[in-house]
């Protein structure tokens, strides 16, 4: 499973963004996915996830009410739409997958559950 991650850029506090990413190889419609962001300094941390068949998402709390994940399992691809953008969401967002999903939610939070990565998009939010 490769992963393309695309579109991040510079936006102004109270913004909206969306990045995407695409999959190739595999089995799309299987692959637990979620997006993470690293700032600098800091560690990597969970955004959201989205169950395979879009039947459930799950956002950090930093985000819920302003992040939206999306899939479509036919076009091989995953979006987080962010609105109200703050300062504090500047950083590398990168997508990930695991090539099967478990019982539970919170494992999608944790990014060593992923094996697949992609490359990372910078989203820079200016004041």
């Not at 637990?32 to 459930?56: L, T, Y």
């Not at 076009?75 to 504090?88: A, G, I």
């Not at 969401?89 to 997958?97: Q, R, S, V």
């Not at 060593?112 to 992609?118: F, K």
Request: net charge positive; with cysteine; aromatic share 10%.
């Amino acid at each position: 499973v490769q992963l393309q991650a695309s579109g991040g850029g510079l936006v102004q506090a109270g913004g909206s963004l969306s990045v995407s990413c695409a999959a190739s190889g595999g089995t799309f419609s299987n692959l637990g996915m979620g997006w993470f962001r690293q700032a600098p300094g800091k560690e990597r941390e969970f955004v959201a996830a989205i169950r395979r068949s879009s039947s459930a998402t799950y956002y950090a709390d930093s985000v819920k009410g302003r992040f939206t994940i999306s899939r479509s399992n036919l076009k091989r691809t995953m979006s987080l739409q962010m609105n109200d953008l703050k300062p504090e969401d500047t950083a590398i967002y990168y997508c990930a997958a695991r090539l099967s999903e478990m019982a539970g939610t919170d494992w999608r939070r944790d990014p060593h559950m992923y094996a697949y990565w992609g490359q990372g998009t910078l989203v820079t939010v200016s004041s």
